[in-house]
Structures are given as structure tokens and as C-alpha cells.
């Protein structure tokens, strides 16, 4: 029931938020004016802000236990996208933009800290975050195909909806989360800080994040102002159908990869992705400007490769950190996994500097430069935990006995 509940919100989470989320780009540029450049440094600004309250949230944890971090969470965005909605001027669309990304920095992990503490069997766990990930982009294919029946001629219906969907997220929480807290003992928050700080295996997986997440926000962010830029004819529709392209493959990707878990090593699992990363990225930088008029069948494509990428590469992280983090000590490593947002943060101005300066090529084929970067650390993450409680096998082990239990 808490594993149905938790997929369940993820998917219901993700839907609403990708309802809306892909078409604020277009709301800022085409209905206020903004340039690419401010709308980048402003995603930037909501992001950093995401990631420094993300990186505190164990505290908030600690304080009113992760099912009041979830449910507060979800108000944050309720409100965030209600006055995004409601707004007539700029000013009021950059608040709501701001309480968003609070509300997501409160929310994201106490969802894995809940599911890490409550859900003792490692198999059902381990199953439990891939049907996580299943769930958080079938919403995310929904949520697009929602948004261009209700709301392509009047942008701001989305978010009243949105708005109105995490409110129901959030009733739901209190009716069905039990807040049940994890005692720690007094002073230890800051000596599981510095503890997680000099795991190297710990520090190379969060430095492939970081890179990583630099790469991926460009296909949330810049993808999106690229597509408005070169003065398409229907950019929303492109623009929402890109997103539900993209999910629907991560869907069927991560179907496929489930079943197919103990054939595929993680080391395996990286160099699917990260080549996929690298073929989207040149499929834009590359194959776009010498399209013509096909460029929504070459952005198409690229979607999909990033798609599967995201499928294979993105598991691996809740999986590791939860391998990695010594019991008791979870909600820290989750905590400084948000760390992952400077890379968010930082891809939504370079991007956005990039469009002004006309250098799409080169950005984006050297996108594909920092996902190798980004593979050779996570593959030197798996080396060091090769011999280790972390291996390959015990994955395989913690799946199968959780289908055996399952078919019991």
C-alpha cells in the first residue's frame, strides 16, 4: 500500500507540474517580453534557491518528520502555481516561479527519505524507486497531452489547474501518509555532513550528477527557448509534444530495462545512456541548422535518444545513495544529492547566453563533451563499490527476492 501510494504520487506530482512547467517559457518570452538571457538567469535564481533549500531538508526532516516536508511541499507549489495563473504582470510570475521551486526543494527528498525509512525490505525499496521513476514520467507524458486540450490559447489555465491538482496532492498526503519519524540522535546532522563529504565513492557520484544535470536542464529549459527562437509556426504544440515524446519513451524505455535488470551492469547502463545523451545533443547541434524546414522531425528525434538516456542513466543515483549511505544517516546523503541543482542552475543561464551569442552548434555538441565527463566518473563510482556490499549482483539478489515474495 505505502509503495501504491508513493508511485501514486510521484505520477500525480509529475503530471500537474509538467502540465504547466514547459510552457512558462512561452508565457514569459511571448506574453511579457523577456529575453531568453533574463528568462535563463531567472530559472537559474529559482533553481539555486531550489537547491539551497533541497540541501537542508534533512534538517526540515528532522524537525516535523518527512510526511509535514511532503505535504508543505506540495502547498508551496499549489501556491506557486496559482499566482503564476493569476498573474497579469511579470513581477507576479517571478513569485510564483520562486514558491515553486521552494515548494520542490521541500518536497523532493523527503519523498526518498520517506520511502528509505519506511520501506525496510532492500528489494521492495530498490523495485519501489524504479517504479518511482516509471510513474514520475507516465504523469509526465500525460501532463503535456492534458495541457494542449485545455490550454494552448490561454497559457494560464494550466497553472490554475496545476495549482488546484497539487492542492488535492497535498489532502491526500495527510489522509494517507502516516508521520512517522526517524529518531536521530542531537548533534549528529553535521558529523553525517562532514562524514558523506570525504566518502570519495559518495563525491564521485554527486560530481557526475552535477554534470549531469547541467546537460539534462538544457533539454527543460534551453530546448524549449531554442524551439521558440527559430520563430516556428506552432512552437506550444511543439514544445508539449516534445515533452510527452520524451516521457513516453522513458516510459517504455524503463519497462523494457526493469525486466532486463540482471542482464544489464550498471557500467553497461552508463554507456547506453550517456551514448544516447551524445546522439541527441548532435542530432541538434548538428543535423538542426541544416534541416530547413524539418526541424520539429530532428528535435523529435533527439528527444527520443534523450529519452532513453535519461531512462538508463537517472535509476542509478536513489539506487547508489541508498547502497552507499550508512543506515540512519539517509536523509543527509539524500540532502546533499540536491547538490545536483547547482548544475540545474548554472545550465539556464549559460543556455540562455548561448542563444543571445548564436552558438547552438557549439553548445550543444559541447553538452555532449561534459555527459562523457559526466560517464567517467560515474563509472568510477562503480569500479570502487565493484567489490563491495554494492555490486551488480546484489542488485540482481534484492530483485529477485522481491519477485520471489511477490509470486509467493
Known amino acids: ?23 512558462l517559457t512561452i508565457l514569459l518570452v511571448k506574453q511579457y517580453g523577456m529575453t531568453h538571457l533574463a528568462v535563463g538567469t531567472l530559472f537559474t535564481a529559482a533553481l539555486l534557491l531550489n537547491a539551497t533549500v533541497a ?12 510526511r509535514n516536508s511532503i505535504f508543505s511541499g506540495l502547498v508551496l507549489q499549489c501556491i506557486g502555481f496559482i499566482i503564476i ?8 510570475v517571478i513569485i510564483g516561479l520562486l514558491v515553486i521551486s521552494t515548494g520542490r526543494g521541500v518536497f523532493e527528498s523527503p519523498m526518498k527519505t520517506y520511502l528509505s525509512d519506511n520501506i525496510l525490505d532492500k528489494g521492495m525499496l530498490f523495485k519501489t524507486f524504479q517504479l518511482a521513476y516509471l510513474f514520475v514520467n507516465a504523469g509526465a507524458a500525460c501532463g503535456p497531452l492534458f495541457s494542449m486540450t485545455i490550454g494552448l ?23 494517507f501518509f502516516n508521520n512517522n519519524k526517524v529518531i536521530h540522535p542531537e548533534g549528529k546532522v553535521v558529523r553525517e555532513y562532514k562524514q558523506a563529504i570525504k566518502n570519495k565513492i559518495f563525491l564521485c557520484l554527486l560530481v557526475s550528477e552535477i554534470v549531469l544535470a547541467y546537460v539534462f536542464i538544457h533539454y527543460d529549459t534551453t530546448f524549449y527557448q531554442y524551439i ?95 547502497r552507499i549511505a550508512p543506515e540512519g544517516a539517509k536523509g543527509t546523503y539524500y540532502a546533499l544529492t540536491n547538490l545536483y541543482l547547482l548544475g540545474f542552475a548554472a545550465g539556464p543561464i549559460v543556455g540562455g547566453w548561448a542563444l543571445t551569442q548564436g552558438g547552438m552548434m557549439i553548445f550543444w555538441l559541447l553538452d555532449a563533451v ?39
Not at 500500500?1 to 510552457?23: E, K, Q
Not at 540541501?55 to 518527512?66: C, T, Y
Not at 495563473?85 to 507576479?92: E, S, T
Not at 490559447?153 to 489522509?175: D, P, R
Request: some cysteine.
Open 153 to 175: 490559447k490561454n497559457v494560464n489555465v494550466n497553472f490554475l489547474v496545476a495549482g488546484v491538482v497539487f492542492l488535492a496532492m497535498a489532502i491526500f498526503v495527510i489522509l
Open 228 to 322: 521558440t527562437a527559430l520563430s516556428l509556426k506552432n512552437p506550444t504544440e511543439i514544445i508539449s509534444f516534445t515533452v510527452m515524446i520524451k516521457s513516453v519513451v522513458v516510459i517504455v524505455t524503463q519497462a523494457i530495462f526493469v525486466s532486463l535488470l540482471s542482464l544489464i551492469s550498471k557500467a553497461k547502463r552508463v554507456y547506453i545512456g550517456s551514448a544516447c545523451f551524445v546522439i541527441s545533443g548532435s542530432l541538434i547541434g548538428f543535423a538542426a541548422p541544416l534541416a530547413g524546414e524539418h526541424f520539429d522531425l530532428l528535435f523529435y528525434c533527439a528527444v527520443v535518444f534523450v529519452g532513453i538516456g535519461e531512462a538508463v542513466l537517472f535509476p542509478l543515483s536513489a539506487i547508489l545513495v541508498d
Open 85 to 92: 495563473g493569476l498573474a497579469n504582470v511579470p513581477m507576479w
Open 370 to 408: 561534459f555527459v562523457l565527463l559526466a560517464a567517467g566518473l560515474l563509472l568510477a563510482a562503480i569500479r570502487h563499490t565493484s567489490a563491495t556490499r554494492f555490486s551488480d549482483s546484489n542488485d540482481v539478489q534484492c530483485y529477485s527476492a522481491c519477485a520471489q515474495k511477490e509470486a509467493d
Open 1 to 23: 500500500m505505502l509503495s501504491r501510494n508513493c508511485c501514486a504520487l510521484y505520477m500525480v506530482n509529475s503530471f500537474a507540474y509538467f502540465m504547466a512547467w514547459p510552457l
Open 55 to 66: 540541501l537542508f531538508s534533512s534538517v526540515i526532516i528532522r524537525g516535523v518528520g518527512a
